[in-house]
């Protein structure tokens, strides 16, 4: 089973920017489609960004144009560039890949 760990979340003011990383134990982003999801207090889990092996991306209606999803294969580790962060983007940040998932990492806009 793969291990996947998140980091980068924090505290930040709306307008700023965070970037996420999730760090796999195995070469797995080279060969398999990554997912991050984000879940807020009370919300269902939201699917935020794909990102396929070939390196195709697609994201959620409410990210377009501010997230973006980029990988290292060096270092097995895919990140979320946050952009212009509001205060709806507040959630838990997750990612996954091959029916596995991480820990996930906390992400708080606010002024």
């Known amino acids: 089973q793969v291990q996947l760990v998140e980091s980068g979340g924090g505290l930040v003011q709306p307008g700023g920017s965070l970037r996420l990383s999730c760090a796999a134990s195995g070469s797995i982003f080279s060969f398999y489609t990554m997912a991050w999801y984000r879940q807020a207090p009370g919300k269902r889990r939201e699917l935020v960004a794909t990102f396929t092996a070939g390196g195709s991306t697609n994201y959620a209606d409410s990210v377009k144009g501010r997230f973006t999803v980029s990988k290292d294969s060096a270092k097995n580790t895919v990140y979320l560039q946050m952009n212009n962060l509001t205060p709806e983007d507040s959630a838990v940040y997750y990612c996954?890949?091959?029916?596995?998932w991480g820990q996930g990492t906390q992400v708080t806009v606010s002024s």
């Open positions: 996954s890949a091959l029916n596995s």
